[in-house]
């Protein structure tokens, strides 16, 4: 009984946290059916350059991060329907986009600059980001708990409908219904339309 009055409040506070970041942050957007747990940390000063979309849920601790100057594109867009895991972090200097549906498990990170450390004579907090990239996580992907997707430089897109194995780090894109893992990620999937089966690949052997 406890145990389901701790839920009911959670979610009591959630909804009501949800309506006072629509109500007061300057999202991009802030769709309709969204949820944004209370602890989630996201700055009111960065809302206007993060699009949320419809029904998107954002769990305990999650973190929506941009760094760099504002721009007249969001730097995090969530598509419809998608669900970030606890713990995740998103955190985006340039683009990060998730289309519709995609599904983070716990405490996976996408990040597309990194810190830079090329003068070690100077602390590393202190020499700032690189450039950094864009990503692109496509509709319906699913990323495994405590995965990695972070771009140093251009575009890392991971096709729909892909699967991102526990504990990998994605540093380069993979094509649309592919199962990836490891660190640094392989191909190790890819689903064929004629047989309708998920079948290993030749770089999965490598």
């Avoid at 990040?111 to 090329?118: G, I, T």
């Avoid at 319906?140 to 890392?156: E, K, P, Q, T």
Wanted: proline letters at 4%.
């Amino acid at each position: 009984m406890d145990r389901d009055l701790f839920f009911s409040a959670s979610r009591v506070l959630n909804k009501f946290n949800t309506l006072w970041m629509r109500a007061t942050y300057s999202f991009v957007s802030l769709g309709p059916g969204a949820s944004v747990h209370y602890r989630c940390d996201i700055s009111r000063r960065r809302a206007r350059q993060i699009s949320i979309g419809a029904a998107v849920y954002l769990a305990d601790d999650v973190w929506l991060n941009v760094e760099g100057q504002p721009s007249e594109e969001p730097a995090i867009v969530l598509g419809r329907g998608c669900k970030i895991g606890r713990r995740s972090v998103i955190s985006a200097k340039n683009s990060i986009r998730l289309e519709d549906d995609v599904l983070l498990a716990p405490s996976v990170l996408i990040m597309d600059h990194n810190h830079r450390y090329s003068d070690p004579s100077i602390a590393i907090h202190a020499q700032g980001t690189t450039e950094g990239g864009k990503i692109e996580i496509g509709q319906n992907c699913w990323l495994g708990y405590g995965s990695v997707i972070v771009c140093n430089h251009g575009m890392l897109s991971l096709g729909r409908n892909s699967v991102v194995g526990a504990n990998s780090v994605v540093t380069r894109s993979f094509p649309p219904y592919s199962v990836v893992a490891g660190n640094p990620a392989r191909l190790l999937k890819r689903y064929d339309s004629t047989t309708r089966t998920w079948t290993r690949v030749e770089e999965a052997t490598r």
